[in-house]
């Protein structure tokens, strides 16, 4: 099945600053998802976005499927985005269940 | 409308004992999916249940591990003899799959603690 790698593993930050996240994939993909995990556990769905460039607010993202990779940016950091950020993918081409990557934990100082 | 909800949201345990967890899924989603977070090992894919179809079994760890879906809704995951190792945040999400779509919104997980 598919390998998902992310960098960078942690991230501090001051408020206000901007981060970039990166999710790399050992296949092609498809189905992929940007998740946030807030400190109570809940997963969030920030993004759906096999491929192409979606913004929401002060987050976007870029999924390039040719090469296999796909990231997330969080301009004008605030402590609200503290978490973990998970991206996803379906283990294989006729999977349905996702194959996670460890995922980026990132401290927002405020 | 409502998302995909748990119960309970914390369960404690003996070693040895059977435990349920329940997972309701979001109304009209077809897909519904368990996975396990537990440190160490991240999110882990356990079972995977679409419509009537025979569920995708392929991610239990062990026998000890079992879910079932009645009515095409609500699932429960159970754990026969539980064991130290079980300890982790069971995590249920479900998804209306479409051809080249599949979107999944998760619960808010049962943490499981087995003393």
């Known amino acids: 099945g598919i390998q998902v790698e992310q960098s960078p593993p942690d991230l501090i930050l001051q408020e206000g600053a901007n981060s970039t996240l990166r999710c790399n994939f050992s296949d092609s993909v498809n189905n992929l998802q940007w998740f946030h995990q807030n400190p109570w556990g809940q997963l969030i769905n920030l993004f759906y976005?096999?491929?192409g460039t979606k913004q929401n607010g002060r987050l976007s993202a870029t999924t390039v499927a040719t090469e296999r990779y796909s990231l997330l940016y969080i301009s004008s950091s605030q402590t609200t985005d503290s978490g973990v950020y998970f991206c996803a993918s379906p283990s294989s081409g006729s999977a349905r269940q996702l194959t996670f990557g460890s995922g980026t934990q990132l401290t927002v100082l405020p | 409308g409502a998302g995909v909800s748990q119960s309970p949201s914390n369960k404690v345990t003996e070693k040895g004992k059977d435990v349920e967890l329940r997972c309701d899924p979001i109304?009209?989603?077809?897909?519904l999916y368990w996975y396990r977070q537990s440190l160490g090992q991240g999110l882990e894919f356990l079972i995977y249940f679409q419509g009537n179809s025979a569920p995708d079994k392929s991610g239990l760890p062990s026998d000890r591990f079992s879910a079932e879906r009645t009515g095409g809704s609500v699932s429960t995951l159970t754990i026969q003899r539980t064991q130290q190792e079980d300890s982790a945040v069971y995590l249920c999400?479900?998804?209306?799959?479409?051809?080249?779509?599949?979107?999944?919104?998760f619960g808010a997980g049962t943490r499981l603690s087995v003393l």
């Open positions: 109304s009209g989603h077809t897909a």
């Open positions: 999400a479900s998804s209306l799959p479409r051809r080249d779509k599949n979107i999944q919104y």
């Open positions: 976005i096999p491929s």
